[in-house]
């Protein structure tokens, strides 16, 4: 996708490409990695529960549970909160398909509800409209990382008597009306892909108050099986064990762990830098024509995992293809998230209907998402609203 030739004209705005978002590792989270390659432990060891303890400490959460994959966090949590064959699963287009898939995996049926054009996260009413006898849970996602309305949410979940299953992939240190997010919901999932605000290569994280969801989450963890002599149903002698479920092999390494540990310590460093080039991006933004900056709510405390400028077509003679291969051509890495999950090809096999959420459809032609992670440089900040001003400009009526 690298070297476009100039569509806008002049040099373009960098020599060298700039992606929309990459890790930081440093010498000391090498450090921790080499640390354990040297110990006994390469999995299912004492890093593990370290990690867990910790992340619990950061978040406000009473338990933790590491596993492989922020969408096999996803997965535990869908079953911890015992979706069955055809139960019904609320949750937002506006979102990475692992949202919507891991509700499949139970067997469950996906219901979309749409957003809230100001917030662009899933709009508590048409949670509301979308309830029938056979909702058993609503996925509410933290878009960007400003979480959704989770109070409303979590008054309607109340009502029906139904888990709110928290996707916070993008929320690690966002806060909601004074709260952590991962101390809120029933289940809060995290990811720690190297895009996300801290990383283990590959690795995810659910959070609960709840000792039963907690006792859920462990078996699925772990093939369904428990050594747990508090939990066997029989007891045969100190080799036994249990598969109680039908779970995956969703562990995490220790090595891994380490990393997270690591960079769990920095994360409200890393916070800080994405708050103050989010900012600089607002200042710079909110008054250039054709462009809009992304609405914050004030009672929320976003952790910018994305930055999302919405494109005021009406008032530009391109479309978002145009404008994104023109910020290529400057060499800045830009993207699009989401294409609305229903629109894939598997879900529409699945009889889901362009139509269905037209918010979110609409949100979809006009987004694009900017260059945020910690590690640019403000030089590299300067770089991409000199790019924006320069493509918005020249597209402009
Ligand atoms: C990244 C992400 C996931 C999946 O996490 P993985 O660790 O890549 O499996 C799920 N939901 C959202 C919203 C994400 O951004």
């Not at 909160?81 to 995996?105: H, K, Q």
């Not at 460093?269 to 989010?278: C, I």
Request: a negative charge.
């Amino acid at each position: 996708m690298r070297g476009l030739p100039a569509i806008c004209g002049g040099e373009p705005v960098r020599q060298e490409f700039l992606p929309y978002a990459r890790q930081s590792v440093d010498e000391s989270d090498i450090a921790a990695v080499v640390e354990v390659l040297c110990s006994p432990f390469l999995t299912t060891g004492p890093k593990i529960q370290e990690f867990e303890q910790k992340f619990a400490d950061y978040v406000g959460a009473k338990y933790a549970v590491a596993v492989a994959t922020g969408t096999a966090a996803l997965h535990a949590a869908v079953f911890a909160a015992g979706i069955n064959p055809r139960d019904e699963v609320i949750t937002t287009p506006m979102t990475f398909a692992a949202s919507a898939n891991c509700v499949l995996y139970q067997g469950g049926r996906v219901v979309f509800a749409d957003i809230d054009p100001q917030t662009y996260n899933i709009d508590p009413e048409d949670i509301a409209r979308k309830i029938t006898e056979r909702t058993k849970a609503i996925i509410p996602v933290d878009y960007t990382g400003q979480p959704a309305r989770l109070d409303v949410i979590k008054k309607i979940a109340a009502e029906f008597n139904l888990p709110v299953i928290e996707d916070a992939a993008h929320a690690l240190g966002a806060a909601y009306q004074g709260q952590k997010v991962g101390s809120i919901s029933d289940l809060t999932t995290f990811s720690f892909h190297p895009v996300k605000h801290i990383t283990t290569g590959e690795g995810g994280m659910v959070t609960t108050n709840d000792p039963g969801l907690y006792e859920r989450l462990l078996l699925f963890r772990n093939h369904g099986i428990t050594r747990d002599k508090r939990l066997l149903m029989e007891d045969h002698g100190l080799w036994y064990y249990e598969q109680q479920a039908l779970g995956y092999n969703y562990r995490i390494t220790d090595f891994q762990a380490a990393l997270g540990i690591s960079q769990l310590a920095k994360s409200e460093m890393f916070l800080a830098v994405r708050r103050r080039y989010a900012g600089i991006y607002n200042e710079a933004f909110k008054d250039l024509p054709g462009v809009i900056v992304p609405w914050q709510a004030e009672d929320a405390r976003s952790s910018w995992h994305l930055y999302v400028l919405q494109l005021e077509l009406e008032k530009l003679k391109a479309g978002r293809k145009e404008i994104f291969e023109a910020m290529l051509a400057e060499n800045i890495g830009v993207n699009v998230h989401y294409i609305p999950v229903y629109l894939h090809p598997y879900y529409q096999s699945h009889g889901y209907r362009p139509g269905l959420c037209p918010e979110a459809e609409k949100l979809y032609e006009r987004m694009l998402t900017l260059p945020l992670f910690p590690g640019m440089t403000e030089g590299d900040v300067r770089d991409v609203i000199e790019a924006v001003s320069k493509v918005v400009t020249y597209f402009s009526i």
